[in-house]
């Protein structure tokens, strides 16, 4: 499973820290991948990271958004900087057979943590 937190309510312009803690796979083996969804749109990749470390951004997040990898303790974080309003969602993160943005790539999946820029 995959666990997300972190999340919350910040002013534009600030930084927020998500994270995701994996249990119960060879979390070596994985990808994992951010994604985020707003009511009435569908689930969109916001960036992911490889096992072998190599990352993939979309381009709305391209510069602001850093993932990184803490391997001793199974967790994948997400650095988010700059934030603006259109980046409120839920964010969720998963586990996949390779890093891309496409959430079928994806079979392990958290239940996602709420992030809320003010404008």
């Known amino acids: 499973q995959v666990v997300e937190s972190g999340g919350g309510l910040v002013q534009a312009g600030e930084s927020l820290t998500l994270s995701c803690a994996a249990s119960?796979?060879?979390?070596?083996?994985?990808?994992i991948g951010w994604f985020r969804q707003v009511p009435g749109k569908e689930r969109e990749g916001v960036s992911c990271?490889?096992?072998?470390?190599?990352?993939n951004y979309a381009n709305s997040v391209e510069g602001r958004f850093t993932i990184s990898s803490d391997d001793a303790k199974n967790t994948v974080y997400l650095q988010m900087n700059s934030l603006k309003p259109e980046d409120t969602a839920v964010y969720y993160c998963?586990?996949?057979?390779?890093?891309?943005?496409?959430?079928?790539?994806?079979?392990?999946w958290g239940q996602g943590t709420q992030v809320t820029v003010a404008s």
């Open positions: 119960g796979f060879p979390f070596d083996d994985y990808a």
């Open positions: 998963a586990g996949g057979i390779a890093c891309t943005l496409t959430t079928g790539t994806y079979g392990v």
């Open positions: 990271i490889s096992n072998d470390g190599s990352t």
